[in-house]
């Protein structure tokens, strides 16, 4: 069936470093990507999306390209903040039933000053 | 502040028991998701409504069952408590009703269960 696999955590950056956390999926037809964030306390937020080969999501910073060859959706920041600490997930939904989204593990990330 | 409300925050019951949580979407939509997010399984998909009818099912148990009213909000039953029920349950809302494309969920804040 359909699966999100994402890198384990939890990921500690320092304040500035360049970040990257991978993602890869498993999907029949052509899925649409998303990254969620969640923050402590929070519900998820839907981050950025792609929803075709070679789409570039991005957001505050954070991207990330659709790439079918490889079937990844990484997602990269070039400079973290403090702020940024939080929680990951990579998802895709498909064309058997787009409103249905399933989600990677979660990676948890940390930035220190 | 997604919109999307729910209650109760937390929630502290025995194995055994039944309990009722509720979500009430974000105004103007009407497709409400329920997922259950644990350390050991992550985040699932449970069940979702759309307008009042069942739309699509994940991994939920028997033991589950949810429903959606005429005024949209939800409900999210959960009867014959097992302490692997303990859990953050999660009602995210959107649009809805498309089936050619990818509708936005927007996520309440959460109920931890914690059953014991």
């Known amino acids: 069936g359909d699966s999100v696999t994402q890198m384990e955590g939890p990921v500690t950056l320092s304040e500035e470093a360049f970040l990257t956390i991978n993602c890869t999926y498993t999907?029949?037809?052509?899925?649409?990507l998303f990254w969620y964030v969640q923050y402590p306390g929070e519900g998820l937020q839907l981050l950025l999306k792609a929803t075709k080969a070679d789409d570039k999501g991005s957001n505050k910073g954070f991207e990330a390209t659709y790439r079918k060859e490889t079937t990844s959706f990484h997602l990269e920041k070039g400079s973290v903040q403090v702020s940024d600490s939080a929680v990951y997930f990579c998802a895709l939904s498909t064309g058997t039933s787009y409103d249905k989204v399933i989600f990677g593990p979660g990676t948890s990330l940390s930035v220190i000053p | 502040d997604s919109g999307v409300t729910q209650t109760p925050k937390h929630l502290i019951t025995a194995t055994g028991q039944r309990v009722t949580l509720r979500c009430s979407p974000r105004s103007g939509d009407l497709s409400v998701y329920w997922y259950q997010q644990s350390l050991d399984q992550g985040l699932q998909f449970l069940i979702q409504?759309?307008?009042?009818?069942?739309?699509a099912k994940g991994n939920i148990l028997e033991r589950f069952s949810a429903q959606q009213f005429p005024d949209l909000h939800s409900e999210l039953n959960l009867s014959s408590l097992e302490l692997g029920d303990s859990a953050l349950y999660f009602c995210?809302?959107?649009?809805?009703?498309?089936?050619?494309?990818?509708?936005?969920?927007?996520f309440g804040p959460g109920t931890r269960l914690t059953v014991l």
């Open positions: 995210a809302s959107s649009v809805g009703g498309s089936r050619s494309s990818y509708n936005e969920q927007f």
């Open positions: 999907a029949t037809g052509y899925p649409s």
């Open positions: 409504y759309y307008n009042g009818e069942e739309r």
